[in-house]
């Protein structure tokens, strides 16, 4: 008899996963305090967030949720490439099929069949993983001239900060936006295989037929 | 690819050579011939004869073009709060940094001696003002000069929080922000400091100070000419050196006849006594001191190092995990 559940992820999967999506938030947040934000918006007036104006502080915590961050970034890359798994890479007319699975999440269309993961989510997949190497490259190059007597040429800082600054926001856009999509009734079931690895057969069976299953 | 121990090895070293060789002590790429001035305050006298600093005076002569000139409909309250930094109606000031004052000479009573100290920015070596600027606007040129560009700026004032002597200042009103300050309350202005007059430097010229100073009390000149003549001139009359080390170093060195431990207890006890006098709640400026600041950089460069090579890192980690469940 088969099992009531499949798994979707394995736990080095969920493991990269969370320490992207954790050091992530961290990463917003100090990224933020980077900015001289919090003080003037208040921030440091909320109980147990006095010391978020200081900037020795929030830099310390970007370094640390950095070196995660970067660290999974590349871990994930590298592991998968080397695995040959690329199911969650966009394929050939999956821009067509995510407006329609877009429109589906809206009641608009017929939700498209998937295999593993939908179009969709491999189109997301990919926007989020350019931006996030866009992060951890110019992230890299602004935490290189923090060395010591390190000196970038001007206009060359300037744009990676600028660069940096800009999808760190975009960063935060798509992380909002994965997480609002997750509580779409359609996905929820898809939600417990980040935590447990396993997505109920029967779901994948009605959603995900394209899927070969072990 | 197949996974062989000779090839395991091989990556493995290659990423542990990656993650490795950013250890190695930063080099510093302070060129010996970027620019770098000495101020001798054994020869400033504060132009007491004039009726202010002939390098102050030259400095706002020369510099006028570049000084701020807000729109009053733009200077707001710097939503939520309410206050905002204005100093177009205090363009007269001349007795401390403003953004219509870029230097300015402090005179102290010291171990008997009467001292006057010209005062702008360092031109750090390392400079924090700089590196965490979120848009990158402030810069340190190779040649030396750090100088914040006054058409991106948004007067955050973050500069001046990590300058260790708060020289960078902040006028409302003016600066790219204005473009959306009616609809998003976000900036609040530009940052205003001394750019070493950088682009006289390029045409060969010197510095609207040193230039005008009666006393050559200042000096421009190639780093290394100018830190030796400094040592020399320390040397020669037992007096002591203040730029060389503090935050990480400077290209801006003192020379003075008494030790900048002394000047900078003046400059504290000075702040006391206003303070003392002033009304109760009343908000001072922050004294611009001449203590000895760590550079705030330097104190978490091991925290950058690791972010550094943390790419390294997560790739080895993806080789080795693969190569175990080859193996396996």
């Known amino acids: 008899m088969s099992s009531l559940t499949v798994v979707r992820h394995s736990l080095t999967v969920r493991l990269t996963h969370w320490t992207i999506a954790l050091s992530g938030i961290l990463l917003l947040f100090s990224g933020f305090g980077q900015m001289p934000m919090y003080k003037r918006y208040n921030v440091v007036k909320i109980p147990g967030l006095g010391w978020s104006d200081q900037y020795d502080i929030t830099l310390m915590l970007h370094y640390f949720g950095a070196i995660f961050f970067c660290a999974a970034v590349i871990f994930h890359i590298v592991y998968h490439i080397r695995r040959k798994e690329y199911a969650i890479m966009p394929k050939t007319g999956d821009i067509g099929v995510s407006i329609t699975g877009f429109k589906a999440m809206f009641g608009m269309a017929e939700e498209p069949l998937h295999a593993k993961f939908q179009a969709k989510q491999r189109v997301i997949y990919a926007i989020i993983g350019a931006v996030c190497l866009i992060l951890v490259g110019t992230g890299v190059i602004k935490s290189y001239k923090n060395l010591g007597d390190i000196i970038l040429q001007p206009m060359f800082l300037e744009a990676m900060t600028m660069l940096h600054t800009a999808f760190g926001m975009l960063f935060m856009a798509l992380f909002i936006a994965h997480v609002a999509a997750l509580t779409l009734k359609d996905h929820r079931p898809l939600v417990p295989s980040m935590f447990t690895g396993n997505i109920d057969r029967k779901y994948a069976e009605e959603h995900l037929p394209e899927w070969k299953i072990d | ?328």
């Open chain 2, 1 to 328: 690819m197949k996974i062989t121990r000779r090839t395991f090895l091989a990556g493995a070293g290659a990423a542990a050579a990656t993650v490795a060789a950013p250890l190695k002590p930063a080099q510093a790429a302070i060129s010996e011939n970027s620019y770098a001035t000495l101020i001798d305050l054994t020869l400033c006298d504060g132009c007491k004869d004039l009726s202010q600093p002939a390098c102050v005076d030259s400095c706002r002569q020369g510099n006028a073009d570049k000084f701020p000139k807000p729109d009053p409909k733009h200077i707001r309250d710097y939503w939520p709060q309410k206050k905002h930094e204005d100093w177009s109606k205090k363009k007269h000031l001349t007795n401390r940094l403003t953004p219509y004052n870029w230097i300015f000479v402090d005179t102290l009573e010291v171990e008997g001696r009467t001292l006057s100290v010209p005062r702008r920015c360092m031109h750090c070596d390392n400079p924090a003002c700089v590196k965490l600027c979120p848009f990158g606007i402030n810069h340190k040129t190779p040649e030396g000069p750090v100088w914040i560009d006054p058409n991106l700026c948004f007067g955050g004032a973050k500069c001046r929080t990590v300058c260790p002597w708060s020289v960078p200042q902040r006028q409302a009103g003016v600066g790219v922000y204005t473009l959306w300050e009616s609809f998003m309350p976000v900036g609040g202005g530009v940052m205003y400091k001394c750019d070493l007059c950088r682009k006289r430097l390029a045409r060969g010229d010197n510095p609207h100070c040193v230039d005008s100073c009666p006393k050559k009390a200042m000096l421009i000149g190639k780093r290394k000419e100018i830190f030796a003549e400094a040592e020399k001139r320390a040397a020669a009359t037992g007096g002591h050196l203040y730029g060389m080390e503090e935050n990480g170093g400077t290209s801006t060195i003192y020379v003075s006849p008494v030790p900048f431990e002394a000047i900078d207890k003046a400059i504290l006890a000075r702040a006391e006594k206003i303070k003392a006098k002033a009304p109760k709640g009343k908000k001072l400026p922050k004294p611009m001191r001449m203590h000895k600041p760590e550079n705030m950089l330097a104190k978490q460069t091991e925290w950058a190092a690791a972010s550094v090579i943390a790419p390294a890192l997560g790739a080895l980690a993806a080789f080795v995990a693969t190569t175990k469940k080859e193996e396996k």
